[in-house]
């Protein structure tokens, strides 16, 4: 009997890890090319980047609200644009990465005037992957983790850190991909 349960319990485990994996690789991610990898962080080089914009006074949960109904036809032409990873997050603003597939001129203007449409210039970034509910402390030690790697390895900040996060909430905290990244020079990379 017993070792029917433990059977059992590590079927509906596995099943509950292969269903976080799959909600995650069935979107689109933003596109990047990790140029090298040093001291456990990536350099990637990213094109411009698209976005769907709001500020996130009212919370994570009304930051992303905005944005999900722009993308489910909240917009002047009530046209649904497909959830993309990650969800971006720098100084109390969130965004949406849009499509590769779109261009900003094709993007229908936000109905709500609490969204904008904004550009992430293409350049090369410092990116760490850490894991993880969302919350300052754990924001705080990836990009202290990421700022003393950026140092050892000689690379000078360029921006403000940008945390990306790729999962739905119902994923296990341990489970969960997230990133901080951070603008470099190009040259020093």
């Not at 904008?116 to 983790?145: H, K, T, W």
Request: proline letters at 7%; glycine letters at 12%; charged letters at 20%.
């Amino acid at each position: 009997m017993n070792h029917l349960l433990m059977i059992v319990l590590a079927a509906l485990g596995l099943s509950v890890l292969g269903g976080c994996a799959a909600v995650r690789g069935g979107y689109e991610s933003a596109p990047y090319r990790v140029v090298r990898v040093v001291d456990g962080l990536e350099l990637r080089d990213y094109p411009q980047l698209e976005l769907a914009e709001t500020r996130m006074g009212d919370g994570a949960n009304g930051g992303f609200g905005r944005l999900f109904r722009y993308i489910t036809g909240n917009n002047a032409q009530e046209r649904h644009i497909p959830m993309t990873t990650p969800v971006l997050m720098q100084g109390g603003r969130m965004g949406f990465v849009m499509p590769s597939a779109s261009a900003a001129a094709s993007l229908p203007k936000p109905s709500d005037p609490s969204v904008s449409l904004a550009s992430i210039p293409g350049g090369r970034f410092a990116v760490l992957r850490f894991s993880g509910g969302r919350s300052r402390d754990n924001e705080a030690a990836a990009e202290r983790r990421l700022r003393e790697r950026m140092a050892a390895a000689g690379l000078q900040p360029e921006s403000e850190p940008i945390f990306g996060y790729f999962d739905p909430p119902w994923t296990p905290s341990f489970l969960r991909r997230n990133e901080v990244m951070i603008r470099i020079a190009a040259s020093k990379s």
